[in-house]
């Protein structure tokens, strides 16, 4: 064996012993500071729930305002927007993709492949959709607690 193969591989040794060892140190560190820092971790960990929670109230709710009233900003920091969506059975699909030899993955529909062929072509099965979606404004605490602007009155 070369002395430099011979010294690459005690290099090696000995770096794996090193990471094993700094696993270890951080693997403690992180439990010192998850202990040190658990009830700032429950907190946050209980407030993410929170905030999943009435994000998915707050799309329920902002998308039931939509088909109420039609309107695409229903409240302010909300906005809805549509997409199209192709609505179709698998079992068509993959039907058109053997005849036409088009979108198939061996013995299966390529759905990303097809759902590309409905947009560029007319298939005699499956429509498009138009399907509202709700995005919450990230800047929420403006949108909800600026002053309105108001209008110059003409004198």
Same mark, same amino acid.
């Given at each position: 064996m070369s002395d430099? !193969?011979?010294?690459?591989?005690?290099? !090696?040794?000995d770096a794996r012993s090193a990471q094993v060892a700094l696993?270890?140190?951080? &693997?403690? +560190? @992180? %439990?010192?500071?998850?202990?040190? =820092?658990?009830? %700032?971790?429950?907190?946050?960990k209980k407030n993410a729930a929170? %905030?999943?929670?009435?994000?998915?109230e %707050?799309?329920?709710?902002? !998308? =039931?305002?939509y088909h109420?009233?039609? &309107? @695409?900003?229903? +409240?302010p920091g909300l906005e809805i927007k549509i997409s199209r969506v192709f609505s179709y059975t698998e079992a068509e699909a993959l039907a058109w +993709? &053997? &005849?036409?030899?088009?979108? !198939?993955?061996?013995?299966a529909l390529d759905k990303s492949a097809f759902e590309k062929v409905a947009k560029a072509t007319t298939l005699p099965f499956g429509s498009f959709d138009d399907v509202p979606k709700v995005f919450i404004g990230s800047q929420l605490n403006a949108a909800l607690y600026l002053e309105p602007a108001t209008e110059a009155i003409a004198s």
């Open positions: 430099a !193969l011979f010294q690459t591989l005690r290099d !090696l040794a696993d270890e140190q951080a &693997k403690a +560190a @992180k %439990v010192a500071f998850e202990t040190a =820092n658990a009830l %700032v971790l429950g907190d946050q929170l %905030v999943a929670k009435l994000e998915g %707050v799309r329920a709710l902002g !998308l =039931n305002a109420i009233t039609k &309107k @695409k900003e229903p +409240a +993709a &053997k &005849k036409t030899g088009m979108c !198939l993955i061996p013995e």
